[in-house]
């Protein structure tokens, strides 16, 4: 009853920030189960389709983004062509992704020394439908309809987390197949609440052309980011997996998994940015607020979790993954640094995304890049890995910040001139 009265008090973006720390409590926990039911050694295939995920995750986004922004943007026959249009090419690009997995699997196997090729046959199949759940995902997102989209994570989270749990205690078959099995069927979940309201499969669609080169400009955009998100995020994990050894490899995985917590609470923040920011430009109203608010948030809560992981990094390690991973405890506090700067230079990026500006993107790009090239000449342990992300993450968050004081300039004497 009291439960009951407090949720109806909550607003709908304050149920959906709750959501989202369960759904990546729920994440965080079926990582941290495999990692303890498995041993470094298997939950490294395991933590690499996970890193597969993520990276299918970021490619989608852009579908996501894309669809939320014109969902604002976009009214009456607009909208309903858009979302048809939209809906097409992101299901083609998900077959295309998916069959490519399916085709180059074997090379994969040998590229990230897995014990089977047939993980990323299966995480292909998987692919198209989470295409079709990311712009889903979108209506509701740029509708502002956070009850749908919270149940929508929910769906996919939770029965990740069961379904795995079942195929691991109940089939005797290699645990890489089962974790990718699991992945696959809960995309099926996650498509749950799905918005039938405006498809029309045996229609064509177009839309005017102006509003077409717009689409085509912002999303590329997006992907472009994207696409530097996923070298930014993902790099270090698919490298250790190349020049380390299977049981190293899945020392560094736990250690990147307790280290991100801050960036997975980032994304909350660019859920509910996104929208804000492009509905208060619409209005002609100012939108910096919005940013210092969600940067503030981050900020505080990365302090947090740096000092919590310089303090007791044993005892995080031990809680979460156990003994046999503690090695790897003197680099938490450093890898939490990386993923704390990365995740406030994100809010700024996705701010600048939101109003269609190009330089961020760039800069994101050079730096992802050079987090690479820095990984590739310096990887002699696990510590120079996360000392070269410290490097281009504090120089990425430095430009960030340069381009937002310069950007806030040009805007007051664009408005003193007018």
């Given at each position: 009853?009291?439960?009951?009265?407090?949720?109806?008090?909550?607003?709908?973006?304050?149920?959906?920030?709750?959501?989202?720390?369960?759904?990546?409590?729920?994440?965080?926990?079926?990582?941290?189960?495999?990692?303890?039911?498995?041993?470094?050694?298997?939950?490294?295939?395991?933590?690499?389709?996970?890193?597969?995920?993520?990276?299918?995750?970021?490619?989608?986004?852009?579908?996501?983004?894309?669809?939320?922004?014109?969902?604002?943007?976009?009214?009456?026959?607009?909208?309903?062509?858009?979302?048809?249009?939209?809906?097409?090419?992101?299901?083609?690009?998900?077959?295309?992704?998916?069959?490519?997995?399916?085709?180059?699997?074997?090379?994969?196997?040998?590229?990230?020394?897995?014990?089977?090729?047939?993980?990323?046959?299966?995480?292909?199949?998987?692919?198209?439908?989470?295409?079709?759940?990311?712009?889903?995902?979108?209506?509701?997102?740029?509708?502002?309809?956070?009850?749908?989209?919270?149940?929508?994570?929910?769906?996919?989270?939770?029965?990740?987390?069961?379904?795995?749990?079942?195929?691991?205690?109940?089939?005797?078959?290699?645990?890489?197949?089962?974790?990718?099995?699991?992945?696959?069927?809960?995309?099926?979940?996650?498509?749950?609440?799905?918005?039938?309201?405006?498809?029309?499969?045996?229609?064509?669609?177009?839309?005017?052309?102006?509003?077409?080169?717009?689409?085509?400009?912002?999303?590329?955009?997006?992907?472009?980011?994207?696409?530097?998100q996923i070298i930014?995020?993902?790099?270090?994990?698919?490298?250790?997996?190349?020049?380390?050894?299977?049981?190293e490899a899945g020392?560094?995985?736990?250690?990147?998994?307790?280290?991100?917590?801050?960036?997975?609470?980032?994304?909350?923040?660019?859920?509910?940015?996104?929208?804000?920011?492009?509905?208060?430009q619409k209005e002609?109203?100012?939108?910096?607020?919005?940013?210092?608010?969600?940067?503030?948030?981050?900020?505080?809560?990365?302090?947090?979790?740096?000092?919590?992981?310089?303090?007791?990094?044993?005892?995080?390690?031990?809680?979460?993954?156990?003994?046999?991973?503690?090695?790897?405890?003197?680099?938490?506090?450093?890898?939490?640094?990386?993923?704390?700067?990365?995740?406030?230079?994100?809010?700024?990026?996705?701010?600048?995304?939101?109003?269609?500006?190009?330089?961020?993107?760039?800069?994101?790009?050079?730096?992802?890049?050079?987090?690479?090239?820095?990984?590739?000449?310096?990887?002699?342990?696990?510590?120079?890995?996360?000392?070269?992300?410290?490097?281009?993450?504090?120089?990425?968050?430095?430009?960030?910040?340069?381009?937002?004081?310069?950007?806030?300039?040009?805007?007051?004497?664009?408005?003193?001139?007018?």
């Amino acid at each position: 009853m009291i439960l009951n009265t407090a949720l109806k008090k909550l607003s709908a973006e304050q149920k959906f920030m709750i959501s989202v720390i369960i759904v990546n409590g729920g994440n965080y926990l079926y990582n941290l189960i495999l990692g303890r039911i498995l041993g470094p050694a298997q939950f490294a295939d395991a933590a690499l389709l996970i890193t597969f995920l993520l990276v299918l995750s970021f490619i989608a986004m852009t579908f996501q983004l894309s669809t939320a922004k014109f969902s604002v943007l976009f009214e009456d026959s607009i909208f309903k062509s858009f979302i048809n249009i939209i809906y097409k090419y992101s299901s083609s690009i998900g077959v295309i992704f998916g069959v490519l997995l399916i085709i180059f699997s074997k090379q994969l196997q040998q590229l990230f020394n897995t014990q089977s090729a047939a993980m990323f046959t299966i995480f292909g199949i998987g692919v198209p439908i989470y295409f079709i759940m990311s712009v889903n995902r979108g209506v509701f997102q740029g509708n502002k309809k956070f009850d749908s989209l919270a149940v929508t994570y929910q769906g996919e989270m939770l029965s990740r987390l069961i379904i795995t749990l079942i195929l691991i205690y109940t089939l005797g078959l290699q645990s890489s197949i089962l974790v990718a099995l699991g992945i696959a069927i809960s995309f099926l979940f996650g498509l749950l609440p799905f918005r039938f309201q405006d498809i029309e499969i045996t229609k064509k669609h177009k839309l005017p052309s102006a509003e077409s080169k717009y689409i085509i400009k912002f999303f590329l955009l997006t992907a472009f980011y994207e696409f530097t998100q996923i070298i930014i995020n993902n790099s270090d994990i698919l490298m250790v997996k190349h020049y380390f050894e299977t049981y190293e490899a899945g020392l560094y995985a736990s250690l990147a998994l307790i280290g991100r917590v801050v960036y997975f609470v980032a994304w909350m923040f660019v859920m509910l940015l996104l929208p804000k920011v492009v509905e208060k430009q619409k209005e002609g109203e100012s939108h910096a607020p919005i940013l210092f608010k969600y940067v503030f948030y981050i900020t505080l809560l990365s302090a947090s979790i740096v000092l919590g992981c310089y303090l007791f990094p044993e005892f995080v390690i031990n809680i979460m993954f156990g003994s046999e991973y503690l090695s790897v405890a003197p680099l938490l506090w450093k890898y939490a640094i990386a993923t704390s700067l990365f995740a406030i230079s994100n809010i700024f990026a996705y701010y600048f995304l939101s109003l269609d500006q190009y330089i961020p993107v760039i800069l994101s790009a050079l730096l992802g890049v050079s987090q690479v090239v820095l990984i590739i000449f310096f990887h002699d342990t696990l510590s120079d890995i996360v000392i070269m992300q410290i490097i281009a993450m504090a120089i990425l968050l430095i430009f960030q910040i340069f381009f937002f004081v310069s950007y806030q300039k040009l805007s007051k004497k664009g408005s003193t001139n007018h």
